[in-house]
């Protein structure tokens, strides 16, 4: 499977009714009501792709609501509502006992309600579980941060560390950047996405869904304890946030930054197409840009 082939084929036959002002291929759809967005986004699991099987049920529970509270993080937004659907070959009562009550911990983490879903079975033979969650979420009206909102001189900031991210079990301990992103919203961007399927491959969703090239600093991206710049541009599942600021406001954002995350510039857009490095190198030829789904 060729998923980006693939998505690019289907995703222009759906029909979206005129209310939906971002429909698929931004971090989350966007649904425009009388006062405010709602913003949806779903996504899933499958074992031996997003998680190992000898990982505990309360941490893969835990991973796939955070990596779609990751989404809501991306448009600025806060969630509210989750739904669940499960299949799973398992006969031992205890490993869902366990998945639900990590599920319920990590969504009262953060004030989220799982209102529904459905738990089906799976062939004995093969994989273990299937698992995949809706989250809802609301942002003011007009002020979701899309891909599409970039402008040329911006600046992109990064929250965080890049790479190594499956050794480190990062993938599974992360922590969602909901706060950042909502103060970024408020303040000071209105493009932004995470980083899921690699730190490069995202940076040019950026660009290409506002048109403009990129030039990226590869020797300012932050990297995680026992990553190289290569795992940090493209190993992905970092669920960090990659956001555009004008250079006006940059200072303004250094200088107001209270969490602790930390906060790196890392490059800039500019009028054209196509990802750089700031020595000229065509960044998409010759290195492995992101995560792909694709059949062996």
Known sequence: MKEIEILNKILPIFQQRPEISTGPGDDCAVIDLDETCLLAAVDQLAEGIHYYPNIAPERIAAKLLKRNLSDIAAMGGVPTYALLALASNRSDDQWFNKFYQGLEKEARRWDVSICGGDLSSLPAEGVKDVMSLTILGFCPLGRACLRANAKPGDLLYATGFFGNSLHSEHHLDFTP??????????????????????????????????????????SAIPLRSGADINSALSDGEDYELLFTVSPTFSEVLERNWNFETKLTRIGQFESGAGVTSSDGRNLLKGLKTGYEHHNN
């Open 177 to 218: 950047r909901l706060p950042e992103g909502k103060f970024l919203a408020k303040n000071f961007s209105s493009a932004m996405i995470d980083v899921s399927d690699g730190l490069l491959l995202d940076a040019s969703r950026i660009a290409k869904a506002s048109s403009l090239a990129l030039i990226l600093d590869l």
